[in-house]
């Protein structure tokens, strides 16, 4: 059993004292959390609002693994930042910074987007992907153990046939429902030898009667990042 936090801050508020969270429908909030109790682990996620740094450096000095989703979800509707890629530079520095100095071992799953890897020429391309990218670089040059879980378009609905797939092609595109995104961030949390250091795009694929997705064996497949590989080479004197 682990216990889980769910931080899911507001780019738009990347700069104000407090940091500011969401319930962001994109990040499968819900379905995670109940995903998670079914599998026996604690899961607790911030009243939406502003959360002092003290109350979040409490939060993780006891959790077991972080799933961070950065949102743009408002109370209110959509807030996009002025700027994404500085947004995100500023969340890392106020959280992931935070944790490399004071919790180097914590897991933190990262639920980012598949436009990252589709690159600032695509149409849908939004401020708040040069957030999400700043962030991914800025938790693989920490000293945390991550993974990195790239959705698709966003399903709410989970038919028994959709088997879940992890893709490394940059421009993977397709659906994916609130369900597979809450089963590929638990298992990772469950099996951190198979899935830390890894980078993937979360999809699901209509295949009737094949049996449940081994996500296990989907993270064993995938390539280490590169800066996963070199953290592991040893440093001459």
Request: hydrophobic content about 40%; overall charge negative; cysteine-free.
């Amino acid at each position: 059993m682990a216990h889980i936090i769910e931080f899911a801050p507001l780019f738009a508020y990347a700069d104000t004292p407090d940091l500011h969270h969401v319930t962001g429908v994109w990040n499968a909030a819900e379905a995670t959390e109940r995903l998670a109790a079914q599998r026996g682990h604690t899961y607790h996620r911030p009243a939406v609002g502003g959360t002092t740094q003290a109350e979040v450096d409490a939060a993780l000095a006891s959790t077991d693994a972080l799933i961070l989703a950065p949102s743009v979800a408002g109370p209110a509707g959509m807030l996009l930042p002025a700027d994404g890629e500085e947004s995100g530079r500023i969340i890392g520095h106020r959280l992931l910074d935070r944790l490399s100095a004071e919790r180097p071992d914590l897991h933190v799953v990262f639920i980012s987007h598949f436009l990252v890897g589709h690159g600032v020429t695509h149409r849908n391309s939004k401020p708040h992907t040069w957030g999400l990218r700043s962030l991914e670089a800025h938790l693989r040059g920490g000293r945390n153990p991550w993974t990195i879980l790239r959705a698709t378009w966003l399903s709410t609905v989970h038919d028994e046939s959709y088997q879940t797939r992890l893709s490394q092609d940059p421009y993977t595109d397709g659906l994916s429902s609130t369900t597979a995104i809450a089963d590929a961030a638990l298992t990772a949390i469950e099996n951190p030898r198979a899935a830390v250091g890894r980078t993937a795009a979360v999809f699901n694929l209509s295949i009737p009667e094949v049996g449940r997705t081994d996500l296990v064996r989907q993270f064993e497949a995938l390539e280490p990042d590169f800066e996963y590989e070199v953290s592991r080479q040893p440093v001459d004197a």
